[in-house]
């Protein structure tokens, strides 16, 4: 390959454009409301920035090892180590700087963050080794690299997260799961279980039931936390980002069941413009609401 297209490569090889599921470290920022206080920003960019190493590093690894089988899958093949466009040696290396660099940031935070991005590395090896291949467990798996992902941003500004706003999180990462495994399922066809071996043990129906249900689980666990946390206690306005969700949540649904997508959410959370419409009137709520600024005194704390 040419020298000019490496930065390319490397680029596609680190997952730039899967950093946007880290964006989940700024809930606790975006939720304490300290818009102000620029060393709270600083950390909690920190905390976002070791994530983004963290999960550049194992799927770089991730790569590394599955090298020989994405090289006879008609779409895996292009990836830059099955490809050959990046060599396995600078591959290793680069994974390598990537993994030390997220846990010395984890470490330059504070302890808790350091054994959180510990934790969610030694779990994702655990699943490239094995879990991977564990039918509803590999979801699952998945979805808990959410919880660190909030619970990383809380523990870098060293502030209190609420329980509903974690299984909130939970749920909404497991449809996400759900949806893009029912994306391979119907475009793999009678080939499912060449691409994923888990897709033997699913059909259709289940992973429908299974997104739908998640769906109804995120929409009400986070209209519960609005009400029920001491944060939506203290802030009764942040009701107003409900529907925000809610709609959200319905559009992405729509998109899953009537065009079968699902099988990459950044793609979606981007391109779609209503998706990217409620997530912007979600932001634009919660920091009116968190500030003062709008207040609704009708409602009871």
Known sequence: MAVGHMPLSIFKLLRVKQWSKNLLTFAAWLFSGRYTDSGELRVTLLSFLAMCLASSGTYVFNDI?????????????????????VPVGLAAVIGTLCVCGSLALAMFLNATCFW???????????????????????????ASGFIIRAVLGASALVVPISG????????????????????????????AGKVRETLTHYTRPSL????????????????????????????PALILTVPCVIYGISRYMLLVFNRDEGGEPADLLFGDLHILGSLLLFLIFAYLTMTGTVKLPFLIP
């Not at 090892?65 to 466009?85: C, L, M, T, V």
């Not at 879990?131 to 798996?141: C, G, P, T, W, Y």
């Not at 509903?164 to 475009?187: I, Q, Y």
């Not at 429908?208 to 769906?215: K, M």
Request: aromatic share 12%; proline share 3%; glycine share 6%.
């Open 116 to 142: 959180l991005v510990l934790s969610y590395l030694l779990i994702q090896v655990a699943y490239n080794l094995k879990l991977k291949h564990v039918s509803l467990l590999d979801v699952f798996i998945v």
């Open 65 to 85: 090892a599955d090298r020989e089988r994405d090289s006879r899958h008609p779409k895996k093949k292009n990836r830059p180590i099955a490809s050959g466009a």
């Open 164 to 191: 509903w706003f974690l299984v909130c999180t939970g749920a909404l990462a497991l449809m996400l799961g759900f949806a893009k495994r029912r994306n391979e399922f119907v475009s793999s066809g009678p080939d």
């Open 208 to 235: 429908d039931a299974l997104v739908i249900f998640f769906a109804g689980c995120s929409a009400v666990f986070y209209g519960t936390y609005t009400l029920e946390s001491s944060t939506g206690k203290a802030h």
